[in-house]
């Protein structure tokens, strides 16, 4: 039995180039802990692939494309003190992603755009596992789609939680003794053995899932910063790194737009008690910020988080006064479209509720689908250009001056819709894009300057 077992995970700006992967390989062998490395495609690289995926290309666009891919790739190899050894599986990795990229059916099909999807991780996986072994331990590229099952909804697919214990326990961990395995974020398999994806920030899913599944102790994600700000540092040079979180505040935070973790990544990790460290590749000395069960301190105000890309929606019916079942026909089409459904308020013959909307993803094609069937039975009434701003905390719905704080730092903007009272951490505003940032600011300077 592995004590202490650590699973660590690399985004794609840690494993964007060969000294970004070096600062990685360092972390992990510093670590006699860390028996599983988790990697995202290189930075970049997605983004090639989502072009290719979803947009209708001449011929000569696909090869700059690829072009592009095999620059980044090959750069990598080639620092390499021993390219031969990956070489071959490198380029026949290329080969594979090229036959995807011209697939005449490739934009139509999610099962093809999946495949070609997965392909920067796995190119990935196999350059991190060499430039480990450069740093004289013993390392394996492993195939995550060996235990990684999942169903059959591409590009957004649920993971089998209990098969993936049991092909962990008997494939991946034996494994662990040996070497330390490397293996891709994101990507998953079906029961045909399909390759499916756990959409887009998926990688820090995927290391959450296998240290539930192996037993580990603890899960390291790094990235690019140092552990979780107070808000976007982007929007504010004010923000601060946060030295622990709880759970619940974490998931708030995910669900409402921290970008430094993905919402699900949670999930596995209060289930099996495993604490979360989130820190940053190029400055790990720095420290970051460790995700637990239970906090020292426990704040009324934690963070602000923004949400892009939300679209808010109002359906309203006069027969809905007074009217049974109304509301659990309106929710019986959003989840038989899968849809998950953040803020809502409700009147007499209202209710407002907010979708998240992002350019070219699966649930845009959902919400159009959704809306037409919500129109059969009420009026409905879409309005773009919105975001979320989230003030996260703890016992904000008891806490006396709370709120009022929270509202008087808002005073001089429109909020289009508010949710509180809900839950004890958070309070969130629905506000114009082009005012968010500056709504940020302002609660972050009220709060925490």
Not at 309 to 336: C, N, S, W
Not at 410 to 429: E, K, P, Q, Y
Request: hydrophobic share 40%; with cysteine.
């Amino acid at each position: 039995m592995l004590h202490a077992l650590n699973v660590a995970k690399f985004g794609g700006t840690s494993v964007a180039n060969y000294q970004a992967i070096n600062n990685c390989a360092k972390i992990v062998v510093g670590n006699q802990n860390t028996r599983v490395v988790v990697v995202s495609a290189a930075a970049g690289i997605t983004n090639h692939l989502v072009l290719l995926a979803n947009t209708a290309l001449t011929s000569e666009q696909i090869s700059e494309v690829i072009d592009n891919i095999r620059k980044i790739e090959l750069a990598i190899l080639n620092s390499l003190k021993k390219p031969s050894e990956v070489e071959d599986k490198l380029f026949s990795l290329l080969d594979e992603l090229e036959v995807y990229a011209r697939h005449e059916e490739l934009n139509f099909r999610d099962d093809l755009k999946d495949a070609l999807l997965s392909m920067g991780e796995r190119m990935s996986s196999l350059l991190v596992a060499a430039i480990i072994r450069e740093h004289g331990e013993e390392a394996i590229n492993f195939d995550v789609r060996k235990v990684m099952r999942t169903d059959d909804r591409f590009s957004e697919a649920t993971p089998d939680i209990e098969t993936i214990g049991k092909l962990s326990q008997q494939l991946l961990y034996p494994e662990l003794k040996k070497a330390i395995v490397v293996t891709q974020g994101f990507i998953g398999s079906d029961v045909q053995g399909r390759t499916t994806t756990l959409g887009r920030g998926g990688s820090d899913f995927t290391a959450a899932l296998l240290a539930e599944a192996l037993g580990a102790k603890t899960c390291e994600i790094w990235t690019d910063v140092i552990g979780v700000y107070t808000t976007d540092p982007r929007i504010t040079d004010k923000a601060k790194p946060l030295p622990e979180l709880s759970f619940e505040e974490a998931a708030e935070m995910a669900t409402f737009g921290a970008k430094v973790l993905h919402p699900a990544t949670m999930e596995p990790a209060l289930r099996q008690d495993i604490k979360v460290f989130v820190g940053s590749s190029k400055e790990p000395e720095k420290g970051g910020t460790w995700i637990v069960r239970d906090c020292k301190h426990e704040p009324p105000y934690r963070a602000v988080t923004r949400r892009k890309d939300q679209v808010l929606v109002t359906i309203k019916t006069p027969k809905m006064m007074y009217a049974q079942g109304f509301l659990e026909r309106v929710f019986h089409i959003i989840a038989k479209h899968d849809l998950s459904v953040d803020l809502i308020t409700t009147s007499e013959i209202a209710v407002s509720f907010t979708l998240d909307n992002p350019p070219n993803s699966m649930s845009e094609k959902m919400n159009k689908e959704t809306l037409l069937e919500l129109s059969e039975i009420c009026e409905v009434k879409v309005e773009r250009d919105y975001d979320v701003v989230t003030v996260v905390g703890n016992n904000m719905h008891s806490a006396a001056g709370v709120s009022s704080r929270i509202f008087a730092a808002v005073a001089d903007f429109n909020l289009r819709m508010i949710c509180f009272g809900a839950n004890v951490h958070n309070l969130s505003f629905v506000v114009d894009k082009n005012d968010s940032d500056e709504v940020v600011k302002a609660l972050h300077a009220s709060l925490f300057e």
